[in-house]
């Protein structure tokens, strides 16, 4: 119930940009805690456009969120891979907290 919560909140309450920054928050810290990220790179294998569809955003917004989210300095990407390089600035930016995971907060 609590994922549930957190991503009506995302969806209908937040901006644009707080949402990327969120989502992108959730997909790094779940492979984090499993094992799945290195080097602070996460290989995410998923579409701007699917990226869309998870967060009510078109492909062109998607893509501008991270423009902004690049030029802020808070992510770098290659190709399928986004590095988070600042991670408090990444959590404050998505409004992100790890209680609603139910799980143990692995070293960012």
Known sequence: ????REWVTNVGRREAYTRMAHILCELIF????VGRIQ?????????????GDALGLSTV????MLQELRRRGLIATTGPRVQ?????GLTRA????TTYLHQRN???
């Open 1 to 4: 119930a609590a994922i549930y």
């Open 30 to 33: 779940r492979l984090r805690s």
């Open 39 to 51: 080097d602070h790179v996460a290989d995410l294998p998923i579409t701007q456009a699917a990226l």
């Open 61 to 64: 917004h998607v893509n501008r």
């Open 84 to 88: 988070a390089l600042d991670w408090p």
């Open 94 to 97: 998505g409004d992100f907290e």
């Open 106 to 108: 692995p070293a960012a």
